[in-house]
């Protein structure tokens, strides 16, 4: 089903139509020019590179959302990670009908987690990081996260990339990229992808 953050739709209000369709545009990476992008990362990853044209950067609704999937994933496969989301809406979300909701910051606060098999360390980030973004509404500055036992740059930068949408976040403490990063030319630059830089991680990802 569809994930929507938070417990309840509200009836709609043309007041947050514009809000919302600007979101839905950014999770979607609609406003960015892919043409643009690809010529500057193909120049930077040379003619030997299997690039991926027009690979759009996908958002998340949320930072708080994306800050989650983030400790989900910390040190696990994309799909361990995957399985640990849908656990997570499955017994702390509401649904209605064929609609999942992500579960609020509240709701993973008040969990002690137990249905997941996971060491306890990460359900206590979770639980940390979830009660922080309850007293701190929302706090969509990921670099002030930091300040929180078990949340690093990884995370951050997951975060940025994701949550926000930031165009130029190389995840170079990823253990993927650190991998694909060793098997290109020796005079490859990350920076020569800058500002585009979230995208170069994608292609580096997605050779995985």
Known sequence: GLHIPGKRVPS????????????IRRILDL??????????????????FPFKEGTRLPGIWSPFEAGIRAILGQLISVKAAHRYCKQLVNELGESSGNTCFFPLPGDIAASDLAFFKMPQSKKDTLIRFSAYMADEHNDHNPESWTQLKGIGRWT????????????DVYMIGDLGVKKMQQALPDDFSPDDAAPWRSYLTLQLWRQL
């Open 12 to 23: 709609l209000n043309g007041k947050h139509l514009p809000e919302v369709v600007s979101n």
């Open 31 to 48: 406003d960015r020019d892919i043409q643009v992008i690809d010529t500057v990362l193909k120049n930077a990853l040379g003619r030997d």
């Open 156 to 167: 951050v930068h997951y975060a940025q990339m994701r949550g926000l949408s930031l165009p």
